[in-house]
């Protein structure tokens, strides 16, 4: 079974850019969340999805991030305009279903500078 | 609210056991355990529910209890694989936060020959 795949590695950009991260979930898994993990912290939910409508967004910073999940699938989360404070790796993940366990894809490291 | 993790770290010799703990202030539904080595992705360990359902994975357990509102994460006989950062992830009683897991800060296990 494939893994959660995420697209790009890495990603360096100057403060005000921005920038998109790209998710594809596991097959067949309804439930789909985006991470914020800054370096030496635990992930920070940003959003989760259930199939293609948002469950639960109250930590993503509306004023500059945004994601969509399209048909259920794929997910694309973005980032404009960035700031110093969004250095971080952005981990998706997917799940079966709420409260099952969650897979984490590779993540994006993204450094602003 | 983020469950508070101890110890921060463990330097562990192969074969020696130690207990990581994750106590939240919240009632809690479930508690997830993830592994994750530097610069990858954090790995599924265990979930366990209220109940005070013992699990185990490989020489690596856990247990949850629900009066006290916290979860310890037993590692026996500790193999150099075991190193890597340790996360609890909380989900407080369902409701409209299903499968919505707030992380702990880790706790770093190094495990020496």
């Known amino acids: 079974e494939a893994g959660v795949a995420q697209s790009p590695r890495y990603k360096i950009i100057e403060k005000r850019q921005s920038v998109a991260f790209w998710c594809n979930p596991i097959?067949?898994?309804?439930?789909l969340y985006w991470y914020q993990q800054i370096l030496g912290q635990g992930p920070k939910l940003l959003i989760q999805?259930?199939?293609?409508?948002?469950?639960?967004d109250s930590q993503l910073p509306k004023d500059r991030f945004s994601a969509e999940r399209l048909k259920g699938v794929d997910s694309t989360l973005k980032i404009q305009p960035a700031k110093l404070e969004d250095s971080a790796v952005y981990l998706c993940?997917?799940?079966?279903?709420?409260?099952?366990?969650?897979?984490f894809g590779p993540g994006t490291r993204l450094t602003v500078t | 609210q983020q469950p508070v993790q101890s110890p921060q770290a463990v330097i562990l010799r192969e074969g020696e056991d130690a207990v990581i703990n994750c106590s939240s202030s919240?009632?809690?539904?479930?508690v997830h355990w993830y592994r994750q080595k530097h610069g990858e992705a954090p790995v599924f360990l265990m979930i366990l529910l209220k109940g005070g359902e013992q699990k185990g994975h490989e020489k690596i357990s856990a247990s949850f209890n629900e009066k006290k509102q916290q979860s310890s994460l037993y590692l026996t006989a500790s193999q150099l694989s075991y190193s890597g950062t340790y996360f609890c992830g909380t989900e407080v009683s369902p409701g409209d936060s299903w499968g919505k897991l707030q992380f702990g800060a880790g706790t770093q296990v190094v495990v020496t020959p």
């Open positions: 097959s067949g898994h309804a439930t």
């Open positions: 919240k009632a809690l539904y479930s």
């Open positions: 999805f259930q199939n293609n409508g948002v469950v639960d």
């Open positions: 993940a997917s799940s079966r279903d709420v409260t099952y366990e969650q897979y």
